[in-house]
């Protein structure tokens, strides 16, 4: 069991409010050699709205069980070596294709309101990373598209 805890003061994204420590929760995640390494995330409570957010490391993506390298290497075409069946591979480019365009669009508004880099190529962990601390993720817990109205 690992135990993963950030340093940085973190802000609510619904409200601006200050996030204080809650609990912490389980979630695993199948790396590239196909192993699940259980983690123990740190949940936040804002102080404003009460809501609870889950402060998740890098290398894992909302909602989905393997793990951002993982989710890359199959985007990218790349041979994983992850040893699933390759019907999860298909699932994984189509759910990619479906949200492309969405998280792009969130990068360059990023960009343009100078939050973003104009320096950093746009690759998929960039996208994630942009759309997750924007507060814009596109899909509910279910992994159904929720386009940004």
């Not at 993963?4 to 695993?28: A, I, M, Q």
């Not at 804002?46 to 199959?74: D, Q, T, W």
């Not at 998280?103 to 104009?118: C, M, N, T, V, Y």
């Not at 814009?136 to 940004?148: K, S």
């Amino acid at each position: 069991m690992f135990y993963v805890t950030g340093t940085e003061t973190v802000l609510c994204p619904k409200c601006l409010g200050t996030l204080r420590p809650y609990d912490r929760r389980r979630r695993s995640v199948i790396n590239h050699e196909g192993f699940k390494k259980a983690h123990k995330l740190r949940r936040l409570r804002c102080e404003n709205c009460l809501s609870l957010h889950v402060e998740l490391p890098g290398f894992m993506i909302p909602y989905k069980r393997h793990s951002s390298a993982v989710v890359e290497s199959v985007i990218s075409g790349e041979k994983p070596g992850v040893p699933f069946e390759e019907r999860t591979g298909k699932k994984i480019k189509a759910w990619y294709k479906k949200i492309e365009n969405h998280l792009k669009g969130i990068f360059h508004q990023r960009l343009k309101l100078g939050f973003a880099s104009p320096s950093v190529v746009p690759c998929f962990l960039v996208l994630v990373k942009v759309a997750v601390n924007s507060g814009n993720w596109p899909c509910h817990p279910f992994g159904h598209f929720r386009p940004a109205i």
